[in-house]
Nanobody, 118 residues
Framework: QVQLVESGGGSVQAGGSLTLSCAAS????????MGWYRQAPGKQRELVAT???????NYADSVKGRFTISRDNAKNTVYLQMNSLKPEDTGVYFC????????????WGQGTQVTVSS
């Protein structure tokens, strides 16, 4: 069983920055492709970015050029550096192991709230 704990969210003005962290813990696991997801109020959870163990990354068009995903395999931790934040980035951010479109490996953590005001 793998537990995911997200942190680093907060309230910022548009144009500001935040760095999110996701720490995975448990026994006998090896994280493969990891993803950051977000859920805006009243909307479905969406995939924001993914990263392979070899640090190959992919981003949703809405965040490309503004967000950077990274990971520390030794610490089982994934990060999301968010710059030039916009009000539409507001939501609860989660991480999980990406298996395929709409499919993840682990139970969701509690997420971390990001609020961007204009």
């Amino acid at each position: 069983q793998v537990q995911l704990v997200e942190s680093g969210g907060g309230s910022v003005q548009a144009g500001g920055s935040l760095t999110l962290s996701c720490a995975a813990s448990g026994s006998n696991f090896r994280l493969n492709v990891m993803g950051w997801y977000r859920q805006a109020p009243g909307k479905q959870r969406e995939l924001v970015a993914t990263i392979t163990r070899g640090a190959r990354t992919n981003y949703a068009d809405s965040v490309k050029g503004r967000f950077t995903i990274s990971r520390d395999n030794a610490k089982n931790t994934v990060y999301l550096q968010m710059n030039s934040l916009k009000p539409e980035d507001t939501g609860v951010y989660f991480c999980n192991e990406f298996v395929g479109p709409g499919t993840t490996s682990f139970a969701w953590g509690q997420g971390t709230q990001v609020t961007v005001s204009s």
